[in-house]
């Protein structure tokens, strides 16, 4: 079956660079998730889309932004990166239409490294 | 606002020894309860989630769980551990009525000694 599929799985980026993480979710899932995993923590919700507005915002910093496009993928966009933003960043999918209601489903992760 | 405590942080078990994870949410309304696995460098899986009716769920690898709504707990159990379930385990919730972001509890280190 499909997964969530996230690129790239690594990346390398120097201070105060830039960086956009994609995430693919699950087709006809209509509910895409960004969470933000420190080392040794627990994931962090950062932000989320319903079919492809904004539906709700976490502890995103203002130097991130995301969207989500015409074909479902998004994209986490990350500007003056800081050493603490090196991370593993999740995407997530679900499916909420309809009343009927699946659980979140994980993509392998990227994983940041700013030096 | 929804919050989750995992009172145990790391647990060490032998192989064969049966297994308790708490889990405790605090929220008024109606949840979703879910908790998932992480192997080392790898992605969230789902083991079981709780939405509604029995509040005995099973799911995957043996695990089950039970939602005990007047005690606001939905504890991890395993009968019998195996070495492969060396893992760092997540209990979540969420909210289906409004906002569905997963909320975290902090994770449960659980190392199985062969």
């Known amino acids: 079956a499909a997964g969530v599929i996230q690129s790239p799985r690594h990346l390398i980026k120097e201070k105060r660079e830039t960086a956009t993480l994609k995430c693919y979710p699950i087709?006809?899932?209509?509910?895409v998730y960004w969470y933000q995993q420190g080392p040794g923590q627990d994931p962090q919700f950062l932000i989320s889309?319903?079919?492809?507005?904004?539906?709700d915002k976490g502890s995103i910093p203002d130097r991130f932004s995301a969207q989500q496009f015409s074909d479902y993928h998004s994209e986490l966009n990350m500007s003056s990166l800081e050493l603490g933003d090196s991370a593993l960043y999740f995407c997530?999918?679900?499916?909420?239409?309809?009343?009927?209601?699946?659980?979140?489903?994980f993509g392998q992760g990227t994983r940041l490294t700013v030096v | 606002a929804q919050s989750v405590s995992q009172h145990n942080h790391h647990v060490i078990l032998s192989e064969a020894a049966s297994l308790e994870l708490g889990c405790n949410y605090s929220?008024?309304?109606?949840?979703?309860l879910f908790w998932y696995v992480q192997y080392p460098g790898q992605h969230l899986q789902l083991l079981l989630k709780?939405?509604?009716?029995?509040?005995l769920v099973k799911g995957i690898k043996g695990f089950e769980a039970e939602f005990i709504k007047s005690k606001f707990s939905f504890n991890l159990r395993k009968p019998s551990v195996q070495w492969s379930d060396t893992a760092e385990y997540f209990c979540?919730?969420?909210?289906?009525?409004?906002?569905?972001?997963?909320?975290f509890g902090s994770g449960t280190q659980l190392t199985v000694l062969p």
């Open positions: 889309f319903y079919e492809k507005m904004q539906s």
């Open positions: 929220y008024g309304g109606t949840v979703n």
């Open positions: 709780y939405f509604s009716g029995d509040p």
């Open positions: 087709p006809r899932h209509d509910t």
């Open positions: 997530a999918s679900s499916w909420r239409r309809g009343g009927l209601e699946t659980e979140a489903f």
């Open positions: 979540a919730v969420n909210s289906p009525g409004s906002a569905r972001q997963l909320t």
